[in-house]
C-alpha cells in the first residue's frame, strides 16, 4: 500500500498543477471547439473558397476520349480539337491575382487507362529557360509547367506532376503536414516518385508539353462519378513570374484548400498496382585499421541483392517493402563536432524512408534514422578491449532486414499508415594479434520497429489524428512505446484554427528501472489567414518524457507559452515586391518543480526586392538570468547562464542570373557577471554558378568563432562537475558540381572539409546554485577534429523507374584531444595533416531494374 500511495501521489502532483495551469483557459477552448464543430456542421465545403478568397472556384469538365494521343508534345493530335480548354491564368508571384503576362492554353482527356494532359504555353523561344537538371529538381534555371490533383477531394492532400522546359520530370505530394507541435503548413515533398510519361517541345511561340499520367501513379476512390481537386500551374524563370489556373490568395492558409475542381469523369477502374524493383551491387571496401603501432588497409569485396516491392491492396492503399536494402546511392552524413548534450539530428536521404512518409510524421516522434542507424553500443566497443587487442571491423549502420509501409486513405477521407522493420543484430569483430584469434561483441540486438497512425480528415481543411510508435527489441535490451494524439479544427471560412494535443512514452527498462512512463500536451489558437495572422499556445513535457527509442530527444521538464504576431504584405510597394515582418514572445518555465527557465524575444523582417533578390534581419534576446538544466549532463544540476543577444541578416540574390549568392552574418553577445563576456561571430558565403546549361557549381564557406563559450569539459571525482571557459572555431568548406548529359543521365560530385578547434583557457566547478567557481582541474581537454568526406554518383536512367550508380565515396576523420598541437596547428596545417590521414574508400556498383505488372502482361498478352 504504501508504494501503491507513493506512486499515485507522484502522478496525481504534477497533474493537479497541469490542470490548475490549464483550467480557465481549457474552459474556453472548450467553447471554442463546440463553436468551431457546430460551423463545420452548417458548412458546405464547396463554397468554403468562395467565402475565404475573392474569385469564385473554377470547374473544368474532363472529356472522354477513344483514340489515345502520342507522347511527342507536337500536340497534333485531332482529339485535342474537340476538347475545351482552360485558361486565363492568374499569378501568384511577383505580383497576386493580376493577368500572368504570357497566355496558356491546357486540355485535359481521360481514358480507361490514363489521364492525358495538352499545354500549349505562350512566350517568346528565344527567353525560355531550359537548364537540365536531375529529376525533382526544381529550382534551377528553367521554366516549368504542372498539374495538380486531389484524388479525394479532401482540400488537404494532393499530387502534382511536373516538366520543365528541357523536359526533366518531377513529381511530388502535396499536403497540410502537422509535426505535433500545433502547427500545420503546406508542404511540397518531392521524395515521391510515380512512373508517367511528358514530352515537350521548344516552338517560335512558345513551348508545348504532352503527359501521360497513368491510373497507377494515382489513388482515389472507386465509385462511378468523381470529383477530383485540380490545379495547373506554370512557372517563367526569367520573369520570376508564377500563375495558375485557379487563383491562389497568399493570404490564406493552405494551397490545396484553394485548388479548383474537376469533374467528368465517369467509370475509371483502379488497375492492378503491382511492380517490383529488384537490385543486385557489389561494394568493395578499402578500410585502414591499426596494429603494431602502424597503419594496414583491408580490402572487402561484399556482392548483396535486395528488392522494392508496390503492391495496390485496393484502390486506396499501397504496400511498399524493401527487403535487404542497399544505400549506397545516399550522400554522406554532414558530420561535425558535437559538444552540446543532445544528440545531432541528421536529415533523412534514404528513398524509402523519404517517399510518402507524410502520414508518419504525425505527433513528431517518428525520427527515420533511429531505423538502420548506428548501433546502440557502436561507441563502447573501444573501452571493452583487452590487451593485444585491436577492432577489425565495427560497422556504422544496422543492417535492415526489411522494412514495410501500408498507406492510404478511404473515400471517407480516414488516412491509414502502418510502419514496420526489422533491423539484424550487429557485431564488432575485435583481433587479438599475439594470439591472432578474434571474437565479436554484439553492439546491437535484433529489433522491431513499428509506427501505426490514423488520420481522419474533417470539413473545412480540419483533421484528428492518433499515432502510435513501438520498438522491440531482443532479449533483455530496452523496449518502448509512444503515443500522439491531436486534433485540429478550423472554422469554414479557413481563418481561425483551435488545435489540441498530447503524447505519452512508455519506456520498459532491464533490472530494477522497470517502466518509466512521461506525457505531453500543448493547445494552440491561431488566426492562420489574412495580412495579419497571430498565434497563443502552450505546451507542457513532463520531466520523464522520453521518444528516444524512434522518435529525438531534445529535452522534457518544461511548460512553455508562446504569443506570435504576423504581418505579411503581398502588394508591391516602393522598394519591396512583397514583405514580412513578425514579434515573438516566448517563456519557459519547468514543470516540476514549477519556476522560472528562461524568457526570450524575438522579432525580424524580411522583404522580397523588386529586381528579385531578398534579405531579412532578425533578433532574438534574453534578457535576465537563466538556467540550463541539461548542460552538466547530471539530473538535478543546473547551469545559470547570463542575458544574452543575438542578431543576424540573410541575403539572396536573383536566381535568374548565371552568378546566384547567399550571405549570412550574425552576432552573438552573452554577459557572465564577474566573469568574461561571450562573443560569437559567424558568416556564410554561399555562391552558384552555371557555365551551361548542363553545368553548375555550388560553393559553400561557413565560419564561425565562439570566445568566451562556457560548458561542460568533464568530471573531476564524484560530484565535480567542471566546466571550461573555451575558444570555439568551426571552419566548413564544400562544393557540389553536377553535370546533366541529358534528361536521364548525371554525375553528381560533391567534397566537404570540417574543422573544429576547441581550446580551453580555465575550468570552473559547478556549485548547486549554477554558477562556477575556479578549478584546478589538471586536465587537458583541448579538441581539434576533421571530417573530410567525397561522394560522387553517376546515375543513368536506362528504362522508367530502372536505374544504373556508380558511386564513390572517400572519408577521412582525424581527432586531436589534449595536446599541445591543438593550439599550435594553424587551418593550413590542419588540412595538410588530413588530407595525409588514412582514408576508407568505398565503390559500388548498383543496378535497379523496374517491372511493372501490368506491362508484364501487356506484352505477355502481344505475344500470345
Known sequence: MPKLTATFYQIINPTIYSILFYGTFMKFLFLICLLTIALQSRANPADSLNKVNTVSRRHYAATKIQATPKIDGRLNDALWLAIPSANQFTSLEPIPFVAMSKESDVKLAYDDQAIYIYARLLDDSAGIRRDLSQRDQVGGNTDWFSVNFDCFNDDQNGIRFMVTAAGVQADARVGKFDLGNGNGWTNIDYSWDAIWESAVLIQNDGWTVEMKIPYMALRFPKTKNQTWGLQFSRHIKRLGETGSWQTIDPKVDGMVFQWGDLTGLENIQPPLRLSLSPYIANTFTHTPYTIDGGIKYAGQNTFSGGLDLKYGINESFTLDATLVPNFGQVQSDNRVLNLSPFEVKFDERRPFFTEGTELFNKGDIFYSRRVGGTPDDFWNVQDQLNTYEVIESNPAETQLYNATKISGRTNKNLGIGIFNA????????????????????????????????????????????????????????????????????????????????????????????????????????????????????????????????????????????????????????????????????????????????????????????????????????????????????????????????????????????????????????????????????????????????????????????????????????????????????????????????????????????????????????????????????????????????????????????????????????????????????????????TWNTPQTNNLTVKMIYFLDFNKAKALLKGRA
Request: aromatic share 16%.
Open 422 to 833: 526489422v533491423a539484424a543484430p550487429m557485431y564488432a569483430t575485435i583481433k587479438n594479434t599475439a594470439a591472432n584469434t578474434t571474437r565479436r561483441i554484439q553492439t546491437s540486438s535484433l529489433t522491431n520497429y513499428n509506427v501505426t497512425v490514423i488520420s481522419q480528415a474533417l470539413k473545412n481543411n480540419s483533421e484528428i489524428s492518433f499515432t502510435n510508435a513501438n520498438t522491440t527489441r531482443n532479449g533483455s535490451a530496452r523496449d518502448a512505446n509512444v503515443s500522439a494524439a491531436r486534433v485540429r479544427l478550423r472554422d469554414k471560412l479557413n481563418k481561425y484554427e483551435v488545435s489540441v494535443g498530447g503524447r505519452t512514452s512508455q519506456v520498459f527498462h532491464p533490472g530494477e528501472e522497470g517502466l518509466v512512463a512521461g506525457y505531453t500536451g500543448d493547445w494552440s489558437l491561431q488566426k492562420v489567414s489574412g495580412k495579419l495572422t497571430w498565434s497563443i499556445d502552450q505546451s507542457l513535457q513532463t520531466n520523464t518524457w522520453n521518444p528516444d527509442d524512434l522518435g529525438i530527444f531534445t529535452g522534457n521538464n518544461y511548460v512553455n507559452s508562446h504569443l506570435g504576431l504576423y504581418y505579411n504584405e503581398f502588394k508591391p510597394t516602393k522598394t519591396f515586391l512583397q514583405y514580412q515582418t513578425w514579434f515573438n514572445l516566448n517563456l519557459n518555465q519547468r514543470y516540476k518543480p514549477f519556476d522560472f527557465q528562461d524568457f526570450g524575444i524575438n522579432t525580424g523582417f524580411w522583404g522580397k526586392f523588386k529586381n528579385q533578390s531578398w534579405a531579412n534581419y532578425w533578433l532574438y534576446t534574453q534578457p535576465l538570468w537563466t538556467y540550463d538544466y541539461f548542460e552538466p549532463r547530471y539530473t538535478g544540476k543546473k547551469f545559470k547562464l547570463g542575458p544574452f543577444f543575438n542578431n543576424g541578416m540573410n541575403y539572396g540574390s536573383d536566381e535568374r542570373k548565371k552568378l546566384e549568392l547567399y550571405l549570412h552574418a550574425a552576432s552573438y553577445v552573452q554577459s557572465w557577471g564577474d566573469l568574461p563576456s561571450a562573443f560569437r561571430y559567424q558568416f556564410v558565403i554561399n555562391p552558384a554558378y552555371r557555365l551551361s546549361k548542363k553545368l553548375r557549381i555550388n560553393a559553400n564557406v561557413f565560419y564561425s568563432n565562439h570566445h568566451n563559450s562556457y560548458g561542460y569539459a568533464g568530471d573531476a571525482g564524484e560530484n565535480e562537475i567542471v566546466f571550461g571557459r573555451r575558444t570555439r572555431q568551426n571552419l566548413e568548406n564544400s562544393i557540389n558540381v553536377r553535370y546533366n548529359f541529358n534528361t536521364k543521365m548525371d554525375l553528381a560530385f560533391r567534397a566537404r572539409h570540417y574543422w573544429s578547434k576547441v581550446m580551453y583557457h580555465s575550468y570552473f566547478k559547478l556549485q548547486e546554485d549554477g554558477t562556477l567557481e575556479p578549478h584546478s582541474w589538471s586536465t587537458n581537454a583541448d579538441l581539434n577534429i576533421n571530417f573530410f568526406n567525397i561522394d560522387m554518383v553517376y546515375t543513368w536512367q536506362f528504362s522508367a523507374g530502372s536505374f544504373i550508380n556508380v558511386i564513390w565515396k572517400n572519408s577521412i576523420s582525424r581527432d586531436q584531444y589534449g595536446t599541445e598541437v591543438t593550439r599550435q596547428e594553424s587551418y593550413f596545417d590542419n588540412f595538410a595533416h
